[in-house]
């Protein structure tokens, strides 16, 4: 198949997985969500905040990412309250359509980010995945803003 990797990568505002995404009051665009790492092959698995902050380009300036701990023993309301807080501090923002550029960023042993997974076969197409977790993918046309779950 014909592919090639994104330079932007758009996200429409929905109810779901991109409820929390638009721009601040300074015009950068953000990105609120729920990783995890699930429990497989030995590992304990684990449960996270992030924020990403991009510029006006897309860019990623700044990624605010919180341990909430094992999947298992996850404390819903200390997730909640560190979520809503992360929304707060950002200001009054505006919920929309936001187009970021792929990037990675490793913490607590652990890739996050909307990482690039390159075609593993003449079959196979480039892709964007929120990770830990893989719980939206992105595919060909980039800007359609639509992602699967």
Do not use: C
């Not at 758009?10 to 995890?36: S, V």
């Not at 607590?108 to 909307?114: A, I, K, Q, S």
């Not at 964007?128 to 977790?133: A, S």
């Amino acid at each position: 198949m014909n592919s090639s990797p994104p330079k932007l990568v758009a996200i429409d505002h929905d109810d779901y997985h991109a409820e929390h995404i638009g721009r601040t009051p300074a015009g950068h665009q953000f990105f609120l969500t729920l990783p995890f790492e699930p429990a497989i092959a030995g590992r304990i698995g684990g449960e996270f905040v992030a924020l990403y902050l991009f510029d006006q380009q897309g860019v990623l300036i700044e990624a605010k990412i919180d341990s909430l701990g094992p999947r298992a023993s996850l404390d819903h309301e200390a997730r909640k309250s560190l979520y809503e807080q992360r929304l707060k501090e950002l200001g009054d923002v505006s919920f929309e359509r936001i187009e970021i550029a792929p990037f990675s960023v490793d913490r607590f042993d652990t890739t996050f980010g909307l990482v690039l997974r390159e075609p593993d076969d003449d079959d196979d197409v480039w892709a964007v995945e929120v990770q830990p977790g893989n719980y939206m993918a992105f595919f060909e046309p980039w800007d359609s803003g639509e992602y699967d779950t």
